[in-house]
């Protein structure tokens, strides 16, 4: 079975996957069809650079990347004078939500940081995602639900494996003051002077 | 990171947290990370946390393709 054949047998195993990335990606049914789409053709035009054909998904996952940030590029040099949502603030301490539930008194009578992660819905968690800028959000995704690796990241973006880790750490940052501020407004935490509005 | 790793101190083991988790830390690091966490109640509360909550985030990501986009798929393979 020669490379195109392989692909052409296996893509419908990996198309959940793919459409789930594209999702967060474009957080549209309709526009993460069509980047599924332009990936697999896309693909199918550059198969003879997959090395190692049973590695394809992750292979696909990184050309997704790079072909939505691409056309994210062109669009924005397009409305060059509409303003883009740059990083946030790069002064803007660290949140965690493990220092803001952690009590360490409690010892052994109660665990608040499982408690509030038994309580966190998936819906509040896709909220917050959503949320993020769009840099954070791809950098979270990829790590965290397609498990890629900094430097595939790093590639993908065609950025250094530098910019990735500060993506992240922002972009961890800016999901778990997200969240607090989810909780603090259906009142499963209370809201104090470190409320995360800050 | 280049410096030789030693016994680590709780601020290092934060720092080095998500680096850790995400299967980024060198074997040497990695190992110092996991001696830490084996003696730090405070550390290992908070990277349990941490690993909770990855695996909850990394639980969000399933999304079902529709019949429709299978076809679109098949059709692209099968025309290429």
Known sequence: MDKREYFAANIGAHLDRLFGAAMRLTRNRADAEDLVAETVTHGLSKIDALREPEKMLGWLLRMMTNLYISEKRKAREKHAHESYREEADSDEPAFSLFERLHQPFLLWWGNPEQEFLNKLLGEDIEAALNELPEQFRVAVMLTEIEGLSYQEIADSLNVPVGTVRSRLARGRSLLQKLLWRQASERGLVEADEGSGDD | ?80
């Open chain 2, 1 to 80: 990171m280049t410096d030789e790793p030693k016994e680590l101190r709780c601020e290092d083991a934060i720092r080095l947290l998500f680096d850790f988790l995400d299967g980024e830390l060198d074997h040497d690091h990695g190992e110092a990370m996991d001696d830490h966490l084996n003696t730090c109640r405070a550390c290992y509360s908070r990277a349990e946390f941490e690993k909770g909550l990855k695996e909850r985030i990394k639980q969000t990501g399933g999304a079902t393709a529709s019949d429709s986009l299978h076809d679109r798929i098949k059709k692209i393979t099968n025309d290429y």
